[in-house]
Nanobody
Framework: QVQVVECGGGLVQPGGSLRLSCAAS????????MGWYRQAAGQQRELVAT???????NYADSVKGRFTISRGTAKTTIYLQMNSLKPEDTAVYYC??????????????WGQGTQVTVSS
């Protein structure tokens, strides 16, 4: 089994910054892509940013230039630095880890989510 835990959410004023952290643990022999997704109230979950095992990043257009995804040295930890936050960034942010099992089938694991609220 694989566990994914996020932390770092909270309440911040528009224009402020937050840093989210995510750590995956458990039966991990290799790690594939990891990423951040978010879901605002009444909306579908959407991609925020992803990072491959080789460090290639991908961002949603809405966060390009403001958010930065990075990976820890252990490669089972990722971060999301969020700058210039806007009220429309308010959502529950989820961490995703794509982990191959013993049969090399890639499985998706999700954290429980962390609330980010941008409001004055």
């Amino acid at each position: 089994q694989v566990q994914v835990v996020e932390c770092g959410g909270g309440l911040v004023q528009p224009g402020g910054s937050l840093r989210l952290s995510c750590a995956a643990s458990g039966s991990i022999f290799n790690m594939n892509d990891m990423g951040w997704y978010r879901q605002a109230a009444g909306q579908q979950r959407e991609l925020v940013a992803t990072i491959t095992s080789g460090g290639i990043t991908n961002y949603a257009d809405s966060v390009k230039g403001r958010f930065t995804i990075s990976r820890g040295t252990a490669k089972t930890t990722i971060y999301l630095q969020m700058n210039s936050l806007k009220p429309e960034d308010t959502a529950v942010y989820y961490c995703n880890a794509r982990v191959p099992d013993v049969f090399s089938i890639i499985r998706d694991y999700w954290g429980q989510g962390t609330q980010v609220t941008v409001s004055s």
